[in-house]
């Protein structure tokens, strides 16, 4: 079976294609807005605190499963735990399989209103200022056309395979994404306003730091914006050769996650005042007015008042945004496919199709009761499955899975002290930690 399993054909295409799951719009638009709320360079601080406390070893945990079993994440769990419950690892793979779906159904709602944003500047260059306002202003019929575009999009990289489409995508997409931030940046930095922003986001406000809402939050973004607890790390671990130097690997990958996180606030704090040096509003009482318009409309407004260049802005940023989105997207969808594809003996095309007729399905439902179902199912998988996915990766990895884990594997550890460490902490302090601010998120 492992003979004619695809995979990833290089490590630098791993990292590319995890960097690829991890940043996303957590990063772009999630980061720098939590940062603006919270003290700026404070929230930063705790942040990295939290990145390397917790998110670091969890993602650790999430791609050493992946790797050591070579398996989809319920094949993976279910054979981490087949000494001790095999069924709670595969119950609790097939949660995780569906935290995906939440992520997929909700995801591709908010990447199809990057879609549309990223067409509006167009057609007003074209003379179309109806069908360009209408691209650009919230509406179910703009989600009914734009969110099965976006699910589209990530099925046919899906679809393509592992190597064939996400490796390959990736490889391209996240150079482009790059040069389209250090680009965007490189322009608002030069407009007037911007050092304020930047005094802002890098001068700690340290009277933040110790609000436990700050780290509960922090930890949220952190969790969410490295795409731990759902399985898509997972499988794409499983995806390399096991036993490869996982830890330099994770470390890169969460290196290159939160430096584009950092990156992107560089972009988005400082564009905030140079609107607001423009004559907009966008602060009251030290928090920035609403979330939503942060994206939406105050940064439309800023590029509006550029004039054409302002036109070109607009387009790379949301298409910027949209491609983040888009690699994220596949790892989710990745995860029932590939269990689909073993377990199921389905093969890859119809495994995509019915996972995105799947997902269709979450994404409408959502559509159609906006109003009570999206932030309930954003907060569901953050703030809940997430963490308690993340919990049981560190149980599985420390304490129940005995045969063939390194991690618990005591004539291994004697002979290796970098290893006996990670595992003692991965055992003993991040359960501990996690549960500390679960309990805190949840109460
Ligand atoms: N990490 C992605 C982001 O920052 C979101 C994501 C979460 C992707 C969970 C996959 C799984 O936007």
Known sequence: MSNTRDGFQSRLGFVLASAGSAIGLGNI????????????????????????????????????????????????????????????????????????????SFYTIVAGWMLAHTLSPIFQFFGQTEAAQWLASSSTWRNIIFTPIFIILGAAIVHQGVHGGIEKWSSRLMPILLLMLFGLIGYILQQDGASEGLALYLIPDFSQITDPELIVSAMGQAFFSLSIGVGGMMVYGSYIEKGRDLGKLVTSIAALDTFIAFIAGLLIIPALFV??????????????????????????????????????????????????????????????????????????QKATLMVSAVVLVGSMTIVAFFDVLFGAVIRVLTTIMQPLMCLFYFIVVGWLWQRGNKLTDSSVLAQNKGLALLGNYLRFVCPVLLTIVFINVAF
């Open 29 to 104: 638009w999630g980061f720098p807005t939590q940062a603006a709320n919270n003290g700026g360079g404070a929230f930063l601080f705790v942040y990295l605190v939290v990145t390397l406390l917790l998110a670091l070893p969890a993602l650790y945990a999430e791609i050493y499963l992946g790797n050591q079993t070579q398996k989809n994440p319920v094949s993976a769990l279910t054979y981490a735990c087949r000494d001790k419950m095999p069924k709670v690892g595969r119950y609790a793979g097939i949660i995780g399989l569906c935290g995906a779906i939440m992520m997929l």
């Open 275 to 348: 609107a607001q040096h423009a004559g907009q509003e966008v602060f009251a009482n030290n928090k920035l007015i609403g979330e939503g318009q942060l994206i939406f409309q105050i940064l439309p407004t800023l590029f509006d008042s550029m004039g054409s260049i302002g036109l070109l802005i607009a387009t790379a940023f949301f298409a910027l945004l949209s491609i983040a989105a888009l690699t994220s997207t596949i790892s989710s969808t990745e995860v029932p496919v590939a269990f689909l594809i073993e377990e199921k003996k389905i093969n890859r």
